[in-house]
């Protein structure tokens, strides 16, 4: 009976320091809510009160409608999605071949990765704008994804090499028996095994990519190619204190997708980031 009521309290303790983590991160998104539901008028008698006088959608209508932000979603989805399946394309063979093979040096190969996956964006972001500029890369879509998948592809390597060590490798050595080259194996044995890691890394990277704020913001000048999270900041510094009610909407509207995307495949990310973690 003690057991039980200790077993309770400890998970009335656990709910209520939740809840007030849970608060602390979305009490900023309720502000932002408050201030996109307003009028502009509203906006102007101060931000004290939290629930609007007179709620209305007029704001995320106006920014939906609006093609300069569609436009801003879809270059955000395009940089997104591109480099996420860029980044399966490099990772996807590099985790077979530091989980199948053996050479001098793998265990400070995967140090290394680890290492690059360190590195702030702000360290080199002098050297890495004169390269990309010498190369003719600025203002593209494709140099910028190219950045975004030499970001993201340490931590990705990583999370696949989980997903491949746990996949039997008798399957490998009995394909290899039956004639199958490394490859074969690799096409034919390890990819369709690894779709759950495949997917719940393409989801991450996506996410990744769509709160990328730093290198989009570094690479890309033209409006017609900024994604949303430079758009706003560039809307933003356009604007005066009587847009603050549509600058709130578009932040919302840049945030909802990452938070319904997470939330809606948390149990396939959560699988990602602890593939490997437990063999047996």
Same mark, same amino acid.
């Given at each position: 009976?003690?057991?039980?009521?200790?077993?309770?309290?400890?998970?009335?303790?656990? #709910?209520?320091?939740?809840?007030?983590?849970?608060?602390?991160?979305?009490?900023?998104?309720?502000?932002?809510?408050?201030? $996109?539901?307003?009028?502009?008028?509203?906006?102007?008698?101060?931000?004290?009160?939290?629930?609007?006088?007179?709620?209305?959608?007029?704001?995320?209508?106006?920014?939906?409608?609006?093609?300069?932000?569609?436009? #801003?979603?879809?270059?955000?989805?395009?940089?997104?999605?591109?480099?996420?399946?860029?980044?399966? $394309?490099?990772?996807?063979? *590099?985790?077979?071949?530091?989980?199948?093979?053996?050479?001098?040096?793998?265990?400070?190969?995967?140090?290394?990765?680890?290492?690059?996956?360190?590195?702030?964006?702000?360290? &080199?972001?002098?050297?890495?704008?004169?390269?990309?500029?010498? &190369?003719?890369?600025?203002?593209?879509?494709?140099?910028?994804?190219?950045? #975004?998948?030499?970001?993201? $592809?340490?931590?990705?390597?990583?999370?696949?090499?989980?997903?491949?060590?746990?996949?039997?490798?008798?399957?490998?050595?009995?394909?290899?028996?039956?004639?199958?080259?490394?490859?074969?194996?690799?096409?034919?044995?390890?990819?369709?095994?690894?779709?759950?890691?495949?997917?719940?890394?393409?989801?991450?990277?996506?996410? *990744?990519?769509?709160?990328?704020?730093?290198?989009?913001?570094?690479?890309?000048?033209?409006?017609?190619?900024?994604? &949303?999270?430079?758009?706003?900041?560039?809307? *933003?510094?356009?604007?005066?204190?009587?847009?603050?009610?549509?600058?709130?909407?578009?932040?919302?509207?840049?945030?909802?997708?990452?938070?319904? $995307?997470?939330?809606?495949?948390?149990?396939? &990310?959560?699988?990602?980031?602890?593939?490997?973690?437990?063999?047996?």
């Amino acid at each position: 009976m003690r057991t039980s009521r200790e077993d309770r309290l400890g998970d009335v303790f656990s #709910y209520m320091f939740l809840a007030a983590t849970f608060l602390f991160f979305a009490w900023p998104l309720l502000w932002l809510l408050s201030l $996109a539901l307003r009028t502009r008028k509203e906006v102007f008698l101060g931000v004290s009160r939290f629930i609007p006088k007179a709620p209305t959608l007029d704001n995320f209508m106006a920014i939906l409608s609006s093609d300069k932000f569609s436009g #801003y979603l879809w270059n955000a989805l395009v940089l997104s999605a591109s480099s996420a399946i860029g980044c399966l $394309a490099v990772a996807l063979p *590099a985790a077979y071949a530091f989980s199948r093979f053996p050479f001098r040096g793998k265990g400070p190969w995967m140090m290394v990765l680890l290492a690059f996956q360190m590195i702030s964006p702000l360290v &080199i972001m002098v050297p890495l704008y004169r390269y990309m500029a010498a &190369i003719g890369l600025t203002d593209s879509r494709f140099g910028a994804a190219m950045v #975004y998948i030499a970001l993201a $592809a340490p931590m990705v390597t990583w999370i696949l090499k989980g997903f491949v060590d746990g996949i039997p490798r008798s399957l490998d050595e009995a394909a290899l028996i039956d004639g199958c080259s490394h490859f074969a194996v690799f096409w034919r044995i390890i990819l369709p095994l690894s779709t759950p890691g495949i997917a719940s890394a393409f989801i991450i990277t996506v996410i *990744a990519g769509w709160s990328q704020f730093l290198i989009p913001f570094l690479l890309i000048s033209k409006e017609s190619l900024m994604p &949303i999270g430079v758009g706003i900041f560039q809307y *933003a510094g356009t604007q005066n204190d009587s847009s603050i009610q549509l600058l709130a909407a578009a932040c919302l509207v840049s945030v909802v997708p990452a938070i319904v $995307a997470f939330l809606c495949l948390q149990r396939f &990310i959560l699988g990602a980031m602890t593939a490997g973690a437990v063999k047996g």
